[in-house]
């Protein structure tokens, strides 16, 4: 009996044992789960401290970067404006320099331009006809508008009205033709027009008024008698007279001299005179042409230019300036068939430096026939070639010999 009590204790012994190594195993294992567990708290924590201090880190480099680039940025801007400084300085000095350098304007001059006709021509040959025929402005300066197209300023004479007006003067010849015609000269890059003829007012004043509106609507400036101009050409100030000697002669001289005056007053640096002059199909000029021309130039005229002759005359160098004596015909409609159909553009270079127009003679003698056609007129002018250009020069080589003092 003593023994199986034994044995019950030590069994008894063995399950307190046993248990009590379950509750060790028991408290070891929760011991390590909750071990375990701060672990894995402490590292998670640990992470998203290391992830947030990237963060900040990240954002700290970004705010560094961003302040670098401000500071590079304001740096840059310092130093352009530091360098704006200089550069404007140079730009101003350009500028300056700029202002200093000398100023180049070219001047083409043709002769007398009738873009109509006189009611009692025959029509079919007339250049009113040859407009409806050809429906386009652009026809009649086709094969010079290249070379007035190239220059800063081109010149003719315009003899004729451009009018509705059906009040007639009572004399020889009449020429008209509609406002829309003054697209011709536009179109041909024709830039001023000299009024003071014989043929300015063939339909009474009202036509004259009539066709400077007309050509000024295209934006061509007129002048002419009483009316001088000064146009800006590059800057320049070209001032421009237009004479009618026909009716008064000599007697026109002291009006003449009064408008250059009034010009050079204006600030004008550049001056051409052009007067209406001389006898039809004379190839000398005249002593009244010759005593005007003198006189314009010694009042400040710096080119004179002539037209009424219809042919070409000499080309005279009085005090290191031009005088074109008659340039001739152009784009004429006075006449189908003229016997003499040569005529010229005369190019002159001004130079201005420093405010003044320098003593430079810089000219050239362009060779045209009234016609692009021989043996009639078809009312386009056009540069001569060969050996028509070669009897031309010839031509007014020799007229200009008669006039050189």
Known sequence: MAYHYRKKEQERRKRERERKVR?????????????????????????????????????????????????????????????????????????????????????????????????????????????????????FF?????????????IVNFEGTLTNSEAREDKQFAFKADPAYAKILTAGSVEAANMANNHSKDY?????????????????????????????????????LGTYVLREGLGIKDSMIANLQSLKEQGAQIIIASFHWGSEKAYEPDSTQIELAHAAVDNGADLV??????????????QGKNIVYSLGNFCFGGNAYPSDMNTMIFQQTFTIKDGELQEDNVKNIIPCRISSEDGYNNYQPTPAEGEQKDDILQKIEEYSSWVQG
């Open 23 to 139: 509750r060790i195993k028991i408290i070891f294992g929760v011991d390590a789960a909750l071990v375990l567990i701060l672990l894995l708290i402490f590292v998670v924590g640990k992470g998203m401290s290391a992830g947030s201090s990237e963060k900040e880190t990240s954002a700290e480099a970004k705010t560094a970067k961003t302040e670098t680039a401000q500071d590079k940025s304001e740096k840059k801007d310092s130093a352009g404006k530091a360098e704006d400084s200089p550069d404007t300085d140079k730009a101003s000095d350009a500028a300056e320099k700029k202002k200093d350098e000398p100023v180049t304007i070219t001047v083409s001059a043709a002769g007398d331009c009738t873009l109509g006709t006189d009611e009692f021509f025959d029509w079919s040959d007339s250049l009113p006809a040859k407009y409806e025929e050809v429906g386009d402005p652009a026809y």
């Open 142 to 154: 086709r094969n010079v508008q290249p070379i007035f197209s190239q220059d800063d300023l081109t």
């Open 204 to 240: 009474g004043e009202q036509s004259y008024t009539d066709t400077i509106k007309a050509l000024e609507d295209e934006g061509i400036t007129t002048f002419g008698y009483d009316r001088i101009a000064v146009m800006d050409v590059k800057g320049v100030k070209v001032g421009l």
């Open 305 to 318: 230019l002539g037209h009424h002759p219809h042919v070409l005359e000499g080309i005279e160098e009085y």
